[in-house]
């Protein structure tokens, strides 16, 4: 299957460093809003990845839960290969695109759990279905067939009052320590303004395309 012949042409906007802010964090604030303001689809999706002990690495989408000064926040299973693959590693790399604005967003950081109080909030936040979808799941395990699994999500669903937040799961945040935003550009000659955390402050530069 040769897929030569599909092209794009990326024409829509630019990106020059002086238009930047001075922290990443605004900055992925600034294009998350207006990637929610063009209405794309599911604008909080990222492609989460990590590495295992043996140096094979791992990619999965997830979604983006808060925006701090800190860093970037999702939640997970902490039995799952992503979280195992984090407490051997805790180095890894998201990266955002959005299509409709023809704009990537890249971030590497380390990533850390947050609190068990923040955990069990934002569980008991989610709706019915998802809190019981969680608690169901032996994420990345093996099981035996998706009729066991439909069966314990069932059988939570009709006592609600037995769903707690397990301990094994909750939240990570991701402390950047590198953040790329990259602009699509006519003929691949794209805008790469990328920030370099050095201490306590974030040193700017351009990146060839």
Not at 52 to 76: I, N
Request: charge should be neutral; hydrophobic fraction near 35%; glycine fraction near 4%.
């Amino acid at each position: 299957m040769k897929l030569h012949h599909i092209r794009a042409e990326y024409t829509q906007s630019s990106l020059n460093i002086g238009d930047v802010e001075k922290n990443p964090i605004d900055q992925f604030r600034k294009w998350y809003k207006q990637a929610e303001e063009a209405q794309l689809d599911e604008t909080n999706a990222f492609t989460l990845s990590t590495v295992s002990q043996t140096g094979l690495p791992s990619s999965r989408v997830v979604l983006l839960k808060e925006v701090s000064d800190e860093g970037f926040v999702f939640f997970t299973n902490y039995n799952s290969q992503k979280s195992k693959e984090i407490e051997s590693n805790p180095q890894v790399s998201m990266n955002f695109f959005w299509m409709g604005l023809q704009r990537q967003v890249r971030i590497q950081g380390h990533a850390e759990k947050i609190s068990r109080e923040a955990s069990v909030l934002y569980f008991d936040s989610r709706p019915l279905e998802s809190r019981a979808g969680s608690a169901a799941s032996p994420q990345s395990a093996e099981i035996e067939s998706r009729e066991v699994l439909d069966t314990r999500f069932n059988q939570l669903l009709s006592h609600p009052e037995e769903i707690k937040c397990p301990e094994h799961w909750g939240g990570y945040l991701i402390r950047p320590i590198h953040v790329e935003f990259w602009q699509g550009r006519l003929g691949r000659l794209h805008d790469r303004i990328a920030f370099e955390k050095i201490d306590l402050s974030w040193r700017i530069f351009r990146k060839a395309p």
